[in-house]
């Protein structure tokens, strides 16, 4: 099993350009998240999903739009980026009822 | 609003010595307190969580709900140890399915 991946690994994008992080996994969870990592503020859940077709808001939702058209797959789409959307961004499943959540590797985005 | 302080962004130890990772937590309700860890160029991982009341490589973490903190502990760092350590506390139901995490602790064990 790959467990949960994440595409692109680096991108640098200027301000205004758009772009969509893929996550996939492979471990049939319900549940998947995307959070950003800052120095000094840690892991912020962006938005996260329940299940096929559903998504909700999380801490800081504000630039970014998600999709989970299907259950291994849970896209992270910025329609206009902006320099502070600068970050280290994070992809995680968990089952339905264990807590547990299971990391991807992390994309690294830079915005100029 | 829910709010969790790891008040140390660094720490540095001896090996052999003990080390103590700070999580503090705001919230009136009963969270699931777990500690996830990140090792150089590894993805984030779980490290333990409270319920179970086991020790992972050494490692504890006890629940104070007086204090409401989640410190983690060993009583002898490794040089394997050196990681990135995050605090997340869940409180459930009220926020089901949502996790909030610490900023963090960078842990380097000195050989």
């Known amino acids: 099993n790959a467990g949960v991946t994440q595409t692109p690994k680096f991108r640098v994008l200027k301000t205004g350009q758009s772009m969509t992080l893929l996550c996939a996994q492979d471990?049939?969870?319900?549940?998947m998240y995307w959070y950003r990592q800052d120095p000094g503020m840690g892991l912020r859940l962006i938005h996260y999903?329940?299940?096929?077709?559903?998504?909700a808001k999380g801490e800081v939702p504000d630039g970014y739009n998600v999709s989970r058209l299907k259950k291994q797959n849970f896209l992270l789409g910025l329609e206009s980026a902006a320099p502070s959307q600068t970050s280290v961004y994070f992809c995680?499943?968990?089952?339905?009822?264990?807590?547990?959540?299971?990391f991807g590797p992390g994309t690294r985005l830079t915005v100029l | 609003a829910q709010r969790v302080t790891q008040p140390e962004k660094l720490l540095s130890v001896f090996k052999g010595a003990p080390v103590e990772l700070k999580c503090n937590y705001s919230?009136?309700?009963?969270?699931?307190l777990f500690w996830y860890v990140q090792y150089s160029r590894q993805r984030l991982q779980l490290l333990l969580r409270?319920?179970s009341r086991e020790s992972i490589k050494g490692f504890t973490a006890d629940l104070n709900k007086g204090e409401t903190s989640f410190h983690l502990k060993k009583p002898f760092a490794q040089e394997e140890d050196s990681a990135m350590y995050y605090c997340?506390?869940?409180?459930?139901?009220?926020?089901?399915?949502?996790?909030?995490f610490g900023t963090g602790t960078s842990l380097t064990v000195i050989p």
């Open positions: 995680a499943s968990r089952p339905g009822p264990a807590p547990e959540q299971f």
């Open positions: 919230y009136s309700g009963s969270p699931e």
């Open positions: 999903s329940v299940g096929e077709g559903t998504t």
């Open positions: 409270h319920i």
């Open positions: 471990m049939n969870h319900e549940y």
């Open positions: 997340a506390p869940q409180w459930v139901p009220n926020t089901g399915n949502q996790f909030y």
